[in-house]
């Protein structure tokens, strides 16, 4: 399989321009509710007392990353809207598919920029999180906290798979049946629960998300055979 | 081979018939337009083209690859014009530029900024926010600078001032007849057309109604403007001619036909007239001619 | 790879229907049965229960007689104590002995357990109380310990161990022959509570120990229990009577008290408890200690003396969720039914209820039917889509779903 370097710059040069700006805000954004977070802790922590703090976390359920909650999803939807909402304007995705690459290659490279975009926010804010919470508290305060979180960071991925296919779909009647399985879908990844309490349904989660991150490919396909 | 050649073409969207069994060829080095009134089933043509449409039955071969199945080799030397001058507009001139540059192997960007150059435009400016026009001029220079051997062009003479209209045609029959290029282009614009096609492809709703070299269509198809003596009289039917155009005492009649061979219909059928002329045609009257004003 | 990916779009629809659908069915439809609460009274020597219905609330006997709201609590005089009181109904005496409100009340404990308290994430941290500080409220301590490889204080204020307490600890625990890991830690976590007495420990042999701080110094003491017996659950109580320190949830063994001081270990006289399957509600006065364990058809209920000895017995089943009407409705239309979260556990998983029976072939067959009007009537080819049907004959409407959501139109 043969890689043409200069073509896939070209390429992810292009997805570049389109989600520079919405990744960059959304990274910022992140980084400002952490900031958020860890000045709460600290306030907090000052105001009740450590103790009693540790005392909610461990015995009432009390997350301090809640915050957090629908950023991955929203980052998703907005970097999946970045990349696909401009290729479908004026059916502008007819142009990436008559760029010389295969048209599934050129789809999947595109999704692959996307997705690794997305991840790098992630493991930006999950770093974060971790250096937060391993100043404040124990491993088994934060371990069950990042349990608690990993889904909505899964359900982020999930969203922009789902975004995607969402989008390149050709007939509006259809755009509108998948967001309702993608709502069933991504509303698995959010249930609301205790802390830790996700944890049997983590593996499942993972492979449901990788599975979904293909996807988009049958939306791609309906719009080159002309589906109207 | 031929660059392109679709055989036993049909397609119906639904139960709506666009054609059947359309035939066409183009030869390399040749320009073909096929031309047709809005809804005739150019822009269905097009889309099998270039494999976004999936045809009934036929297909559509592209230097012999099937066009629902290009090979990324086979892509590279095609060049292809959306209709509306579509483009990724969230580009500025400098990014689009860069990214096509990366894109094909053959990239030469001398014509493109040349065109670039007689562009108003400050160089941070997204083609979006540009004119019909001069989007049109960032499509054609990016068209050129790609080298290609085939160029496939929707309608790209619509929303363009005649100015703008003349610089695309003369940059493209420049282009093509300099390096061997084949142009194969739709319009439901004939202004100007026969200074930029060899060859014609006349579609109706449902048919095609003519297909040759433009030169030998406009030699071959007359129109003739018959005065009748009686305005109120009933004009015959006829097999001779292939359109009728009447208005009270003038009649337009369009043929294949000869003077003498219409004089002679005239007589058969004592129709009295008051004088018989051949008019001269441009294509634009031609088209009109062969389709009707509705 | 297009077929695929629809494919897992297939699923992904299968998924959010099967657990859509099957939640809007139960919203509308789901009766809930009216399940009886049972007491046991000294006066009558009769159980008298409290039955839910249509027309309001049934107060009946184990023989059918029905009684008013005074009859029922003249019948439950420690539980309704102070009512009779003030209403100059209590008796003087029962039994023989001398009804003392202080002694009613301190002899009074209610306890309920759900699977949920057992199947939900366990704390990993427990703050550990000065037993014996001479005061008369308890103080939250400053630090909080696990028990890993050895048993460590974290001081909640700087996050870091307190190595000199961690190892007197350790010790303690080595010195009573304690396996590292803990696999079990339970206790009572709040200031909230007449005293403290620590917490109850299971090691990874799967013996237990009370472990306990006095005046700062470790308390360990190992407790002598059968072998072998799996304890699965460990639920402490603050008794006013000060009869037991909790109570012992244990695979195949059974429920037991644990004695105050003796650590004496008594079985409740509860046969066929399983602590993932049924509720258990305790209901204890100074007289008898009722038990009633529930499960989806079936109640039981046994009250004993203070000598734990049974006295009564109470049975009664009703038809299960899949028996009655909006159960047998359910199970005739959906095959299956995905849960992502149940009142049985705190977790959050993929719950998988098949139906029982096959009466819902029939509308998967329907909808077979249905599918293949639909192929043909776009001109389809039956043979393409056999692996559709297959879905929509397995998946029923979930299935269908999925396949008409994304459609099947590939270009070979």
Redesign the interface.
């Known amino acids: 399989m043969q890689i043409d370097y200069t073509m896939w710059k070209a390429i992810i040069y292009k997805e570049w321009i389109k989600i520079r700006w919405t990744a960059a805000i959304f990274l910022g954004l992140g980084i400002l509710v952490l900031i958020n977070i860890l000045l709460r802790i600290r306030h907090d922590i000052l105001f009740v007392d450590a103790t009693n703090y540790w005392y909610n976390v461990l015995f009432r359920g009390y997350n301090y990353a809640s915050m957090l909650k629908f950023l991955p999803f929203l980052a998703g939807l907005g970097i999946s809207a970045a990349q696909y909402f401009p290729e479908t304007v004026n059916r502008r995705i007819k142009l990436t598919f008559h760029l010389p690459v295969k048209e599934s290659r050129v789809l999947m490279g595109m999704h692959l920029f996307g997705t690794g975009s997305l991840l790098l926010i992630y493991a930006v804010w999950l770093i974060l999180f971790v250096i937060i919470s391993a100043i404040y508290f124990p491993p088994e305060i934060m371990q069950s906290t990042l349990i608690t979180i990993i889904p909505w960071f899964m359900g982020g991925l999930a969203t922009y798979f789902m975004a995607a296919l969402i989008l390149l779909e050709p007939v509006w009647l259809f755009r509108v049946l998948y967001a309702l399985v993608a709502y069933g879908f991504i509303t698995m990844f959010y249930q609301r629960a205790g802390l830790a309490a996700y944890l049997p349904a983590l593996p499942e989660l993972a492979v449901l998300t990788v599975l979904s991150s293909i996807v988009v490919l049958f939306s791609g396909y309906r719009f080159r055979k002309g589906e109207m | 081979m031929y660059a392109i050649e679709c055989k036993n073409l049909t397609h119906y969207y639904g139960k709506k018939l666009v054609y059947e069994n359309l035939n066409f060829t183009v030869e390399e080095g040749k320009i073909l337009g096929l031309l047709g009134k809005n809804g005739a089933g150019k822009s269905t043509t097009i889309n099998i083209l270039n494999g976004f449409l999936h045809p009934t039955a036929g297909e559509c071969l592209i230097y012999g690859e099937n066009s629902q199945h290009l090979t990324p080799a086979t892509k590279e030397r095609i060049g292809f014009l959306i209709e509306g001058h579509i483009q990724y507009s969230f580009m500025n001139i400098h990014q689009i530029e860069k990214f096509y540059s990366g894109i094909y192997s053959r990239w030469n960007s001398e014509p493109y900024w040349e065109l670039m150059s007689k562009l108003k435009v400050t160089p941070r400016q997204k083609i979006s926010s540009m004119s019909c026009g001069q989007r049109s001029q960032v499509a054609l220079g990016l068209i050129l600078a790609q080298d290609p051997d085939l160029l496939i062009l929707d309608d790209f003479s619509m929303g363009l001032d005649p100015g703008y209209r003349r610089l695309f045609i003369d940059y493209l029959r420049d282009y093509a007849k300099t390096n061997q290029k084949t142009i194969f282009l739709t319009s439901h614009i004939i202004q100007d057309m026969e200074r930029l096609i060899d060859d014609v492809l006349i579609m109706d709703y449902n048919r095609i109604l003519t297909q040759q070299p433009v030169n030998e269509f406009m030699k071959r198809f007359k129109q003739f403007v018959i005065r009748l003596k009686n305005p109120n009289a009933d004009f015959p039917k006829n097999s001779l001619s292939l359109n009728i155009e009447r208005t009270k005492d003038r009649v337009e009649f369009y043929t294949y036909g000869t003077l003498e061979e219409l004089k002679q219909f005239l007589s058969e059928h004592a129709v009295e007239y008051v004088s018989v002329e051949q008019q001269p045609l441009t294509l634009e009257d031609a088209f009109i001619g062969l389709t009707g004003k509705y | 790879?297009?077929k695929?990916?629809?494919y897992?779009?297939v699923?992904?629809?299968i998924?959010?229907?099967s657990?859509?659908l099957p939640e809007l069915y139960w919203t509308i439809f789901e009766q809930v049965p009216g399940t009886p609460n049972v007491y046991y009274s000294c006066t009558l020597n009769d159980f008298i229960m409290l039955r839910p219905g249509d027309n309001g609330v049934t107060r009946q006997d184990t023989k059918g007689n029905t009684y008013t709201l005074d009859e029922f609590e003249q019948h439950l005089p420690m539980m309704f104590f102070r009512q009779l009181m003030t209403d100059g109904t209590m008796p003087d005496s029962i039994h023989g002995v001398e009804m003392d409100p202080t002694a009613i009340n301190k002899a009074r404990s209610y306890f309920r357990y759900t699977t949920k308290d057992m199947l939900?994430?366990r704390?990993?941290?427990?703050?550990m109380f000065e037993s014996e500080s001479g005061r008369v409220n308890l103080a939250?301590?400053?630090?909080?310990f696990?028990i890993t490889r050895k048993m460590e204080f974290?001081d909640?204020?700087t996050?870091e161990v307190n190595r000199g307490k961690s190892e007197k600890f350790t010790r303690a625990l080595e010195e009573q022959d304690f396996l590292f890991p803990a696999r079990l830690i339970a206790g009572i976590?709040?200031t909230r509570k007449s005293c403290d007495e620590g917490y109850f420990v299971k090691d990874s042999r799967g013996d237990l120990f009370h472990v306990k701080m006095i005046k700062g110094e470790p308390y360990v003491a190992r407790i002598d229990i059968p072998d072998p017996m799996d304890i699965l659950h460990i639920e402490c109580v603050d008794l006013r009577s000060k009869e037991y320190y909790c109570y012992l949830f244990t695979r195949h063994s059974g429920v037991f008290v644990v004695m105050e001081g003796v650590y004496h270990l008594q079985r409740i006289p509860l046969e066929g408890f399983n602590p993932f399957e049924h509720e258990l509600k305790i209901n204890c006065d100074m007289f008898n200690k009722t038990f009633a364990m529930e499960g989806e058809d079936f109640l039981k209920v046994v009250a004993v003396d203070d000598m734990y000895e049974v006295v009564d017995t109470y049975e009664e089943t009703w038809d299960g969720i899949f028996k009655r009407p909006d159960g047998k409705m359910f199970a005739s239309i959906f095959p299956f039914e995905l849960e992502?979260?149940i009142a049985k556990t705190?977790?959050?998983?993929?719950y998988f209820t098949r139906s029982p029976g096959f009466a819902w072939l029939i509308v998967n067959l329907i909808f077979v039917g249905l599918a293949v009007w639909l192929i043909l009537r776009r001109r389809g080819n039956l043979m393409k889509n056999i692996p559709d049907l297959l879905i929509v004959l397995v998946t029923g409407v979930f299935g269908f779903i999925g396949t008409q959501?994304?459609?099947n139109?590939?270009?070979d």
């Open positions: 790879m297009v695929i990916s629809r897992i779009l699923f992904i629809g998924l959010a229907a657990v859509a939900s994430p704390p990993k941290l427990w703050p939250m301590p400053d630090d909080y696990r974290i909640a204020a996050n976590p709040t992502l979260r705190g977790y959050v998983d993929f959501i994304f459609p139109k590939f270009y």
